[in-house]
Every structure is written in structure tokens, then in C-alpha cells.
């Protein structure tokens, strides 16, 4: 029995997964039948634990704080309840909303996640009439505005375009009946909360909010209970359960910096490797190294903040698509990507934070599958292993001194003996080619022209070339001398 929803304001209750039965269907949560439809098309049929929590005290309009570790199906559990609210206040209105006005807004960290959000709620939603428009920065705007234009009834985006469309009068919050924040904790970590609190502002007060978080830091609880009405809790997990995913088999090793690159090659040719996702902590980090993958045969993209939209989502869309099997990526780059299949992720270094940490590997051992996870450690970062380790209660314990050549190193990870870090036939790039291939996807046209300048010989240029002759050729000007009105230049030789 569910306790009732007249809690004080802003107390609320502690949902778990033990309060709840045992394994049901989407249909049997009281989602309409299209969705479910949709859903049961692609394969999806049974919730999984923060679906079966949050769905039907969602559908009934309840304010929710939903805590799930990573992977484990937030994005459908406000996902199909949002869909079912929208479609159900529709019925049951006098007239079927038609003002274009967005009735549901979805807020996540990044574009990626963003873009993923709106992935699924297509899926979910196929069936239906519902209109979803992704607003995210990076991209130009008339696509954005001439859809707004038009109207939506779903708005997925990033705190920094929809504050900025809000503002510009061009997105009209003022019908939202229902609010999404995903992934709140890294909202937070990315500096959001105040672009938060002015969305929020902008939106009615009657609205229903749903959180969803992987943690739930101080600032982040201090939102809900300034903005939530009379919210129930909702953890898909124990009190005492790890933060990490129980399915990912989780290794450490301490790694020279010099040897990482073959320790990751050879990685990648584990035999349970399929898709594998390498962190970085810089974006010249990630680009270099892979340019290296790519140098030793190896399908790799990168992934990070120095590349535009287009060049992230084509590297997005071939990794999901298995034309590449290895995207290496920074943290931002990274956070919120949701791709089925990565078999392993690994941490190039020690993630700064043990929250980085559970975000990294969360990656893999998704939706109930299982993953691995490879950390490799430098020695000047072994103490901030140590408190990631204690945070986490992973007891891993001080990483072991492993090389690429390792025989536990081999066996552990499954790679087979002899594997060498280079595949046959590759080709090394040249140093100065594979710079200028760099350069020219990164660079803008204008960097480019200036480039192309500043690189041609001096004989390649006419213009110039005719500009020193005409001065060569005109007469030299001589400086006449004067003091106090007279002429004090000396006198020319004259021919006789």
C-alpha cells in the first residue's frame, strides 16, 4: 500500500524498490494503450524498478525526486508519464490545446542528453500527434524559432538556449503543466543552478516537477524543497546500495603515461570487446590519443568542447551505429550519451571526483546488461584513487603496477596472448598529415584562408609582386630642409 500524498509541504516520502510487486508491464502501470504499443514494438515491455516507482504516481500528477543510479531507465520514467499527462489532460479539456504554447518542458545538461531525451520520447510517442523540439546551443537559430513558431507541445533543451529563446520572447513558457529536470547533479556540476531558478521562475506554479538524479548533493535538495510541492521520494535502490552499477566488473591499475596508449589498444582487442568508450580529462588529450588509435588501425572518433554540433553528432551516430568501436571522449563531451552495446569504459585517467567516477563507468552495464570498467592511474594520482575508492566503498584497494605486458593484466581483462597494440596492416599516419587533417576539421574557413596565406611562397603572390614594382619605380622624394622661412637644402648639381 502506497502511503498518501498529504505530506506537510515540501517532506514528502522515501519510496524503495522492496515496497513495490514483483515484475509487471508498462500497460499494467495505466499507461494508454499507443504508448504502450510503441513501446512493446521495440522490445520494451517490462519497467524496470524506477519506471514501476515513478509512473503511476506521476501519471496522477504527483511532484517527484527519483534517485537511480545511471543506466537504470530514468529517462523512460518521466518519459512515458510525461506523454500520458499530455495526452490525457487533452481528453479531458474543453477544447483540444492548440496554441502551440509548450506544455511540457524537458531540462538536461548537456546536447547530447538532450538529443537522447528526444530519442525516446519519439519512441514512446510515435503514435501519437505529440510535437517534440530539441533546443540546444551550438546550432543556429532559425530552425529553433521558426518550430517554435509553428508550436510545440514538448520542449527538450539545455538551460543556456532556452533561457536565452525565453528571454527573447520566442518561447513561451507560461503553459507548462509539466517539468522535467534530468540529470540535476550534473546540471550542478556544470554551474546551471542559476539558469535553473530562472526557467523555473518562468513557468507556472501549479505546474507538476519531476527530478531526476543519480545523487543528490546538498544544493541540488535545497532546489527541490524551494520548488517541489509536497514531493515523494523515490530511490530504485536500497539506502545501502552501491552508487556504482553491481553488474560492471570494475579493475584499476597503476600505468605508466608513456605505456597507456598500448595498454588501451590492446584493451580493445579484449574478446568480449564490442563498442568501448575511452575518458579523458582534456580535450587535447582525447584528440590525441585518438589520433593514435586511428594511427594503429583502430575505428576511433573523438568526441569533446573543440569540436563543433555537427562533427560530435556525426561521431555519435557512427558509434552507434558500429561504424567505429571506440569513441574517446571528455567528461562534458560525454555526459548524458545513452548508447546500447558498450562493452567497456575506460578512465584514460583518475577521474577527479568519486560523482565522475560512477558517471564514467555508468556508460556501460546499462538497461540490466553487463560491462567492464578499466582505470588506469598514474602515481601521482594513486591518493585520489584512495578517496574515490572510500567514497564508493568499491574496496579495490591500491591499484597494482601493471604494464601492457602483463600477464595479469591479460588475464584478467581476457585479451588474447600475443595481442600487440597495432593491428596488422595498419599504416602509420604521417606526423604532419594527420596535424593538418586536425586543423582542417577543427578550423573555421576563415582560419583556413589565413592559413593558406600565410603558407604560399613569396613568387605566388602578383599582387604583391606588382605592388613593389610600382613603388620601385616612382621618384624618390627629397626632404627640403627649412630655418626661419629659408630654404637651407643644399643645391642639386644641375647637367650642363
Partial sequence: MRPSARAGPNEGFTLSEQEQPGEQTFAELGIKEEITAALAESGIVHPFPIQTLAVPLAIGGTDLIGQARTGTGKTLAFGVSLLHRLEITAETAEERPDHGKP??????????????VARDLALAGKNLKTRVLTIYGGTGYDEQLDALEQGIDVAVGTPGRLLDLANRRALDLSKVQVLVLDEADEMLDLGFLPDIERILAKTPKDRQTLLFSATMPAPILALARA?????????????????????????????????????????????????????CRTKRAAQRLADELVDRGFPAAPIHGDLNQAARERAL??????????????????????????????NYECPDTDATYVHRIGRTGRA????????????????????????LDLNLGTPEETYSSSPHFYEELDIPEGTKGRLPGA??????????????????????????????????????????????????????????????????????
Avoid: C
Fill in 368 to 391: 540490466g546488461h553487463t560491462g567492464v570498467s578499466v582505470t588506469l592511474v598514474d602515481w601521482a594520482d594513486v591518493t585520489r584513487w584512495k578517496v574515490i575508492d572510500k567514497a
Fill in 227 to 279: 520548488t517541489l510541492n509536497r514531493p515523494i521520494n523515490i530511490r530504485a535502490e536500497g539506502h545501502d546500495a552501491q552508487a556504482t552499477v553491481p553488474d560492471i566488473d570494475q579493475y584499476v591499475y597503476q600505468a605508466h603515461n608513456l605505456d597507456k596508449p598500448e595498454m588501451v589498444a590492446r584493451i580493445l582487442q579484449a574478446k568480449d570487446a564490442t563498442k568501448v568508450m575511452v575518458f
Fill in 317 to 346: 551516430k557512427k558509434f552507434r551505429a558500429g561504424t567505429i568501436s571506440t569513441l574517446v571522449a571528455t567528461d562534458v563531451a560525454a555526459r548524458g550519451i545513452d548508447i546500447s552495446g558498450i562493452s567497456h569504459v575506460v
Fill in 103 to 116: 506544455r511540457a518542458l524537458v531540462v538536461a545538461p548537456t546536447r547530447e542528453l538532450a538529443l537522447q
Fill in 427 to 496: 599504416k602509420p599516419v604521417e606526423r604532419a598529415e594527420r596535424k593538418q587533417s586536425s586543423r582542417d576539421r577543427d578550423a573555421g574557413d576563415g582560419a583556413r584562408h589565413r592559413r593558406r596565406r600565410s603558407t604560399e611562397p613569396a613568387g605566388d603572390h602578383p599582387r604583391k609582386d606588382e605592388t613593389q614594382a610600382a613603388a620601385a619605380s616612382k621618384p624618390k622624394r627629397r626632404r627640403r630642409r627649412r630655418r626661419a622661412g629659408e630654404d637651407v637644402t643644399p643645391a642639386q648639381p644641375t647637367d650642363a
